[in-house]
């Protein structure tokens, strides 16, 4: 009976796999598993644009294993994807279901920073069906004839736009072109950049392309909370926040490394024991932190948006924006870290007077903000907040390169002169802002690059 109770039958997929959904709790498709599932069994290329939550994982998994043919050991599938921390989460959802579904089943993770001789050795015993890991270590195994992909059925590039941006495409078009020329290519991807589309003009045959809506991705359940900082420390209102709420487990998101350090070193100086998890800890030590977290070990963690794409981390009460982040997507990625199957969630977020523009970006997404400030350890709403910052930003300092253009705009007034120096400072700053991330954006990728050489 449970068989028939379950939503996945709709899909016509094979009893066992049924019967190994709703034994790991998976009776109801979500919406993009439901758009896409039928796509994927009829053989078609596609490609989702899906955030973080939505379910896509199972998008794939589950038509990968059933059309996998358990008596054939070779590899028919192979999953990428950008970090190693998504890859091991992956895995862990991959090996839960194929247990269920065949103990047989073998399923292999490929990252960087394990033995890659040991693989190698491995693999010339016996090849994985399903093999899941990041781009640099699969295309090494490949290269080195240990990893045989000639007769893989399916392909999935999972977190696509964070692939690019990491500067793994390339490693990604090898291992495809190591594949069958009728391959079946999905794509999964938050957005969707240019630079990707010749990617996947090359390797999809017109794919079915679905777009699931940012509003289906932030649950109900989530409260969005706004906390003005003005002129206090941020590190004390951190500190305030975190120990005002006793969250069950609090996310606090940074948006670069540098800073993330900064906010763990305060929290751990001020006696709270705090987990880091960001790009320059190093692989084995972010294992252990993360298996460290999964055991409650920790309360607070303090992450960049690696974090945000690349691990799913149970019970989180409260997520913590120090910062808006600079890609506005990412605050989706980082809220959908709370709110799950159907618990209570809240996310606050810290922000300045100088980022009222990104604050309406985010309303224009449709988030719905609640204005609250801290008074006597306590949160209380705040009635206007609009006023209140409209006031602020008149008595707000003009950057010292945009004054002398404010003088001479003075001297020859015209009507609406005061609404172009308004435009012309909030140009200036927007280019700073695209500038400094630009030049994060390349150290990251620099490193990365560095590091899957190294790998």
Excluded: C
């Excluded at 109801?28 to 439901?34: D, F, G, L």
């Excluded at 945000?308 to 990625?333: C, K, M, Q, T």
């Amino acid at each position: 009976m449970a068989e028939i109770a379950n939503q996945f039958g709709q899909f016509n997929l094979k009893p066992e796999i049924i019967t190994a959904l709703t034994k790991i709790g998976f009776t109801q498709p979500t919406a993009v598993q439901a758009k896409l599932i039928p796509a994927v069994l009829q053989g078609k290329d596609v490609v989702g644009q899906s955030q973080t939550g939505s379910g896509k994982t199972h998008t794939f998994l589950i038509p990968i294993l059933n059309q996998l043919e358990q008596k054939k050991q070779y590899v028919q599938a192979v999953i990428t994807t950008p970090s190693r921390e998504l890859a091991a989460q992956i895995t862990k959802a991959a090996k839960t279901f194929a247990q269920q579904v065949n103990a047989d089943i073998t399923v292999a993770e490929y990252v960087g920073g394990t033995d890659k001789l040991r693989q190698i050795k491995q693999l010339e015993n016996s090849q994985p069906q399903l093999v899941i890991g990041t781009p640099g270590r699969i295309k090494d195994l490949v290269a080195s004839g240990a990893l045989k992909l000639h007769a893989v059925h399916t392909m999935v590039v999972d977190e696509a736009d964070m692939t690019l941006d990491m500067g793994f495409l390339n490693e990604v078009d090898y291992i495809a072109g190591a594949m069958p020329e009728d391959l079946q290519t999905l794509v999964f991807s938050a957005t969707m950049p240019e630079k990707l589309k010749p990617f996947l003009k090359k390797y999809m045959d017109n794919p079915r392309f679905e777009a699931i809506p940012v509003s289906t991705v932030i649950a109900d359940t989530i409260d969005n909370w706004l906390l003005a900082t003005k002129s206090k420390d941020k590190n004390d209102v951190i500190y305030q926040v975190l120990t005002t709420g006793n969250p069950y487990l609090a996310l606090v998101f940074a948006n670069t490394k540098e800073r993330a350090k900064e906010i763990a070193s305060n929290l751990r100086g001020r006696g709270l024991k705090v987990a880091e998890i960001h790009g320059d800890i190093e692989p084995r030590e972010r294992r252990r932190v993360m298996k460290a977290i999964q055991n409650l070990e920790f309360q607070y963690v303090v992450a960049t948006d690696l974090a945000a794409r690349g691990i799913d981390i149970e019970g989180v009460s409260h997520v913590i924006n120090d910062d808006i982040p600079a890609e506005l997507e990412f605050f989706v990625h980082r809220v959908g870290r709370t709110g799950r199957n159907g618990m209570p969630g809240l996310a606050i977020t810290l922000y300045g007077p100088d980022e009222e523009a990104e604050v309406a970006e985010l309303e224009a997404l449709g988030i719905d903000f609640k204005a609250m400030q801290l008074k006597n350890d306590e949160f209380v709403p705040v009635k206007d907040r609009r006023a209140r910052t409209q006031r602020v930003a008149t008595t707000k300092k003009l950057d010292p390169t945009m004054i002398g253009m404010v003088k001479k705009k003075k001297k020859t007034v015209k009507p609406g002169y005061k609404r172009r120096i308004k435009s012309a400072i909030q140009r200036k700053n927007q280019m700073d802002r695209r500038i400094s991330k630009r030049e994060e954006m390349r150290a990251v990728r620099k490193a990365n690059k560095k590091r899957g050489e190294s790998q």
